[in-house]
């Protein structure tokens, strides 16, 4: 498969720049944040690691869609559209992953018992 990366820069749109700079700058500063945490002793997080792999698997898929833009033979194009589902794909298992992660975090957490009552002295 061709690499997406290939394409020159100045062919890419002002806005299409501006989007991807912004994931990029994103994506870094997320793992800045885990990066932190990690360091200062807390518990590992699953979370932060399956949004970066989201807003890194967008960032792909935006550049796809720029490339298909671009004018190529047809087994090119096919190439990226392969592409472009495969990375679909995976959004759509790391989303799922993201809410699976979420949901269990809110099961994990322990809810009092309304039908245990403390001593008044404690």
Known sequence: ????????VGMLSPMSRRLL???SATEHALLHVVAEAHLEGEHFQLEPFIVVGIIADVRHILSIVVS???PE?????????VELDVDAGAAFVLVAGLALARWSQGRSTPR???DITTPSGE
């Open 112 to 114: 009092p018992d309304p």
């Open 68 to 70: 298909l833009a671009l």
């Open 1 to 8: 498969m061709s690499n997406v990366t290939e394409a020159p």
């Open 21 to 23: 700079h912004i994931a």
């Open 73 to 81: 033979t047809a087994t090119v194009n096919r190439d990226r559209l």
